[in-house]
């Protein structure tokens, strides 16, 4: 039998999560993001759980041919535009739109031969304060005018740095007072909020909304509390089992470098899974794990990891739950541990665990 280790990702999770964006902007449309291999869910998933989106937006072009090959005939965003000029004809034959961040890219735009035939519908980014990708104020208005005169179909950009954090400059606040009084008389569409803007930002949403994380059931902020308001559901639960039982007696040390000690004789399960699958090695004792009971009428318990997260496998103390066994099933993060909950544990964020997942973990979509 193959190691019992299995990411499931349900499409029906993904689904609840675009309707709950759908209640939470009612009258904006959704870009679903999908970058990362849609948050390492995988493309099949996300494109069969998130269809009744109005877009998806993704950053490679491989990518959005994959997507018309699947038989997509929606919209499809490119967020960071092209890297190259010669993907233009690619992106025009795919239909995508594109944004557009930086110099280079409108030269291109400008010279470009296509565009007579069929225009691109250009996002055009502004930088309100993130200082990442974006135009200046002071040049946002010529651009927009260059590519207006181009013959292309304008809309407005931006990015919120700090939506998931209060009293943190600069706020929405001053880079919707910098956006507004930027496009002051440019008449065109606007895509401004992310998941953070969605949830707790209602007047800084735009006529097209990014939803990211919280289509995948996780925070912005990498605390699981603050979104336990907005009802959304996991979308990945990554599952393994017990495969050894260690029977421990006071002074015994677990793994290497012994870092946890048996505080009294205890039992130890052994879980097929390890930093090689992306499960995080700095995950601390005490971070949860849920164990099946098969003796409690189908339910489960939390245990605590116990000692360091080796390459492939981790330890969980027993001692919550006498009826564990070798087999019983081990579920890391999804519907009951939440992967904010293992990151925040670990010292990092839940994104970067879901997109971590590593390609020997086999993957279900339900």
Known sequence: MNRPILATIHTQAFQHNLNRVRELAPDSKIWAVIKARAYGHSFDAAFKGLAASDGFALLDIEDARWLRQQGWRGRILMLEGLFHENELLLAQELNCDLVVHCEAQVQWLEKFEGKAHNPFNVFLKMNSGMNRLGFKPAVYRTVFHRLHSAGYHLHHMTHF??????????????????????????????????????????????????????????????????????????????????????????????????????????????????????????????????????????????CPIVGRVSMDMLSIDLRNTPNAKIGSVVELWGDQVPVDLVAQMSNTIGYELICALAPRVPVKIK
């Open 161 to 302: 740095a700090n939506a998931d954090q209060v009293d943190q400059q600069p706020s929405v606040g001053s880079q919707m007072d910098i956006f507004n009084e930027t496009i002051e008389g440019l008449k065109a569409p606007t895509s401004l909020a992310n998941s953070a803007a969605i949830l707790w930002h209602r007047n800084a949403l735009g006529d097209w909304v990014r939803p990211g994380i919280m289509l995948y059931g996780a925070s912005p902020t990498g605390n699981y509390e603050d979104i336990a308001h907005a009802n959304l559901s996991a979308v990945m639960q990554l599952h393994s089992e017990i495969i050894d039982i260690q029977e421990l007696r006071k002074g015994d040390r677990i793994g290497y470098g012994g870092r946890y000690e048996a505080p009294e004789a205890m039992r130890i399960g052994i879980v097929a899974c390890g930093y090689a699958d992306g499960y995080p090695r700095q995950a601390q004792d005490g971070t949860p794990v849920w164990v099946f009971d098969g003796n409690n009428n189908g339910a489960g318990l939390i």
